[in-house]
């Protein structure tokens, strides 16, 4: 399989306009970024962006750039565009988060090793371990059937368990949240590319709902990696704790 990976770089961040620019104990954001990734077995790995700054900033570091339109609503979006634009035979990508500064190589690893060619669309999830990550609206939550393919994702907490306080919900029921890693088989990335939104996307605000309904199969692959994401300036803090306590 012809796996490649696209890290989108939009530049106009509504929480933190430039942030993949941003110097984290010395290095930008989106670096970090692409020098982890490039610890993974990829044919390929690119950066998707709209901004000429981060398309100079990149390539002095030695990433391979594809100017893509400032317009993309998603990162999805962008990728499809980036991929046009790459040409060549292409089976798989993996749309790789810009803003996950530490991400595990492994984890796009653990992913790609299952794109088959059946597969569709595959993504990333976690077992929740404390209550608080289950109510948390901010994350996505899944549930999934027993071909480890998701039903159905929410902000909400799911599955509601009935009958027990919430805080004894763990011991009664599976809970994954979502981690934002996706691989699109490149056929169905065009396809998805070019549907409108559904009912479910424009209640929950989350894009893979789009998918879902129009009847798309999502393969969901566990890991026990935790993510940190830098979406807000207060964040860049965390993160460079982060490097100092792991010399990274």
Same mark, same amino acid.
């Given at each position: 399989?012809?796996?490649? *990976? @696209? ?8 929480? %933190? ?6 110097? @984290? ?8 970024? +692409?020098?982890?990734? /490039?610890?993974?077995? !990829? ?8 901004? &000429? ?15 893509? /339109? ?13 991929? *046009?634009?790459?040409?060549? =035979? ?7 988060? *810009?803003?996950?500064?530490? @991400? ?9 090793? @299952? ?10 999830? =976690? /077992? ?17 059937? =027993? ?5 159905? %994702? #929410?902000? /909400?907490?799911?599955? %509601? ?7 004894? +919900? ?36 989350? &894009?893979? !709902?789009? +998918? ?14 935790? #993510?940190? #994401? ?11 704790? %982060?490097?100092?306590? +792991? *010399?990274?």
């Amino acid at each position: 399989m012809n796996i490649i *990976g @696209i890290i989108p770089a939009r530049y106009g961040s509504t929480r %933190f306009p430039g942030k993949m620019l941003t110097k @984290i104990s010395g290095k930008s954001l989106i670096q970090r970024v +692409w020098e982890r990734c /490039s610890l993974a077995p !990829l044919e390929g790995l690119y950066i998707a962006t709209d901004h &000429e700054a981060i398309q100079t900033h990149a390539e002095q570091f030695g990433a391979q750039v594809i100017m893509t /339109s400032i317009e993309h609503p998603s990162g999805t979006d962008r990728c499809f565009e980036a991929l *046009g634009k790459i040409g060549g =035979k292409v089976d798989y990508v993996i749309n790789i988060q *810009g803003d996950e500064p530490f @991400i595990d190589p492994m984890q796009i690893k653990a992913l790609a090793e @299952i794109l088959d060619g059946k597969t569709e669309l595959a993504t990333l999830i =976690k /077992s929740a371990k404390k209550i608080d990550e289950v109510l948390d609206q901010a994350s996505a939550k899944v549930v999934i059937n =027993k071909d480890q393919e998701a039903i159905y %994702f #929410s902000r /909400s907490p799911i599955p %509601f368990v009935r009958g027990q306080a919430v805080e004894h +919900w763990l011991s009664h029921a599976d809970f994954y949240i979502h981690v934002g890693l996706y691989a699109y088989r490149a056929d169905i990335l065009k396809a998805i590319s070019h549907i409108p939104e559904g009912k479910l996307e424009l209640a929950e605000k989350l &894009e893979q !709902l789009r +998918w879902l309904e129009s009847g798309y199969r999502i393969k969901t692959v566990l890991t026990d990696g935790a #993510s940190l #994401s830098v979406d807000r300036p207060e964040d860049v803090a965390k993160a460079e704790d %982060f490097a100092a306590k +792991w *010399g990274l």
